[in-house]
């Protein structure tokens, strides 16, 4: 594997891109910011389409995670894009391919779909086959292949179920009352196996993420 980017290579490859960015000193870790345009309010210096590579060894220290990587709103919308990567370089080709993307709202630019007649065209039918896909397949490693349908989710054991908008959920799994396994955590994930005619086949899926953080307790009196 190539050697990682040092923060001066890193800051070049971003600007040879186009992108605005510094290095954040003092600090003991690592902070780069910057964004597609910077802009002046009074004595305020700020970044348009503002990104930011930090340091952070705290998220998942087991799977060898050193930098966090977000893009704010670049989707049309509120949320930022983030993402945990193992090298500096993984996390400058994220930023970088966010803006290289063409983004419409949330629908990435394309041209109208062209359909190439075949030999005989009026003869030619085209057909579709729909699946219902049930949930997102859970992992026992950070990105790692989905579980089986057929293995037994052990008590204690530790899962990585995908978020609404990128990154992961690192989860336990408990036996509810039930003896349905979840997963267990700031979020509670929702568990089940693939339906039979499900093409992913028999594996583990999240059907639902409950944020239990923002869960309070209602006491209701008469």
């Known amino acids: 594997m190539p050697d990682d980017l040092t ?3 890193a800051l070049t490859r971003l600007h040879d891109n186009g992108l605005k960015a510094e290095i954040s000193r003092p600090g003991p870790k690592l ?6 345009s910077t802009f002046q309010h009074g004595e305020i210096r700020g970044y348009e389409k503002a990104f930011v590579i930090l340091e952070d060894t705290g998220r998942f220290p087991a799977l060898g995670s050193k930098y966090f990587a977000a893009v704010a709103g670049e989707r049309g919308h509120h949320e930022d894009i983030e993402m945990y990567f193992a090298t500096l370089t993984q996390a400058v080709e994220f930023v970088l391919d966010i803006y290289r993307a063409p983004i419409l709202g949330r629908t990435p630019a394309r041209t109208e779909l062209t359909v190439l007649p075949a030999d005989d065209p009026p003869q030619k039918k085209i057909g579709f086959v729909c699946y219902e896909l ?3 397949e859970i992992s026992k490693t950070l990105g790692g292949a989905p579980v089986p349908g057929s293995e037994t989710l052990a ?3 530790t899962i990585y179920a995908p978020g609404m908008f990128g990154g992961w959920h690192e989860l ?5 009352a039930d003896g349905k396994p979840h997963g267990d955590g700031g979020t509670m994930a929702v568990l089940s196996r693939t339906k039979e005619d499900d093409p992913r086949g028999d594996v583990w899926v999240c059907i639902g993420l409950v944020n239990k953080q923002a869960i309070k307790k209602l006491e209701i009196s008469r």
Request: glycine residues 24%.
């Open 172 to 176: 336990t799994i408990r036996y509810g």
């Open 155 to 157: 008590e204690g054991s």
């Open 7 to 9: 923060p001066e290579e």
């Open 134 to 136: 049930q949930g997102c």
């Open 31 to 36: 902070h780069i910011h910057g964004g597609a």
